[in-house]
């Protein structure tokens, strides 16, 4: 009998602990947004697999927190690239109260949602959006850990007048936040250089057919053209400037086109050739980590690398060093350390000025070498 008290004493101990180890693990979760439905749809997914990346490695490191152990998962939301959606899927976090955001992909869609986040006190880390636009606002909730269309724009711009000694440039934008911004940067940029802008034409990002805007740039003989928009319009565009004989005109853009994918979408298109982009950050090669989590990725996803998910990867350890630092998950109370913030990521050492604009940010040029994009610095 007094055997069989001691076991079931024993049993209801070793039950009792079994509950409080359940207990003493939290689940923080970190919100992604991003286009993963639609024609930017491998940007989205590429954005969404970097921060799966970083869950899965943080569930690694067994994490305490405020005395518990944290298991992080994400919750993973689809804006369709669109500001609507956009805004509708940050809220959606904000009632889900995650304990921070990743996103979104596009500047059109990131500056709303930057003011529902503000509202609700949850902050956010872009790696993709970069309309300068985004910080202005002064929102405490808003990091961004890439080089802005300041950078981009202009460095292309540089380059295009400096590198390549070009004289005459046509415009064309899609009107989204994003495309407009970087095209007014270059624009700028280009004039006070010496550039003459021959004509400036628009879209949009939903445009397949660019005939008739293509056929009214060529009557003007450009040496340039710049396009501030995304490769589903790029590819396309790429081909139809072939078939119009456009096939000397050296063809501008930022981030948004700076993708493998175009490749695909010029569907053999020579002027791919004539592409020179930017984006914000060095290339994989130069990145402090870049070269061993790309074959990380590679292994994971298949096929699937695009620009931003190295960025989305470091912006989900960006939030949880905070999060560390603080030694809470409470985004009221370790959100101001995102502002002190001195990590080393994958793709740089992350910090941040006033704005919550990325310290000292770097751009890389690239080209399309044998179909495959190449950095050019």
Known sequence: MQLKLKLTVAAAIAAVASMASAQETQVVKIGHVAPVSGSQAHYGKDNENGVRMAIEELNTQNIVIGGKKIKFEIQAEDDAADPKQGTAAAQKLCDSKVAGVVGHLNSGTTIPASKVYNDCGIPHVTGAATNPNLTKPGYNT??????????????????????????????????????????????????????????????????????????????????????GGMDPQGGPMLRQMEQLGLSKTKFFGGDGICTSEIAKLAAGAKTLENVVCAEGGSSIQKMPGGTAWKA???????????????????????????MKRANSVDPKVYTPLLKSAKFKGITSEISFDKAGELNNPAITLYVYKDGKKTPLN
């Open 142 to 227: 808003t990091f961004r850990i890439i080089a802005n269309d300041n950078a981009l724009g202009a460095g292309l711009a540089f380059y295009a007048v400096d590198g390549l000694k070009l004289k005459t440039v046509a415009i064309i934008d899609d009107r989204t936040a994003y495309g407009q911004g970087v095209a007014e940067v270059f624009k700028k940029t280009a004039e006070a250089k010496g550039m003459k802008v021959v004509d400036e034409q628009f879209t949009t990002d939903k445009a397949t057919d660019f005939m008739a805007i293509l056929t009214a740039i060529k009557s003007k003989n450009p040496d340039a053209i710049f396009f």
């Open 296 to 322: 990380k990725y590679d292994a994971k996803y298949p096929g699937q690398f695009q620009v931003y998910s190295p960025y989305t990867y470091d912006a989900t350890f960006v939030l949880v060093d905070a």
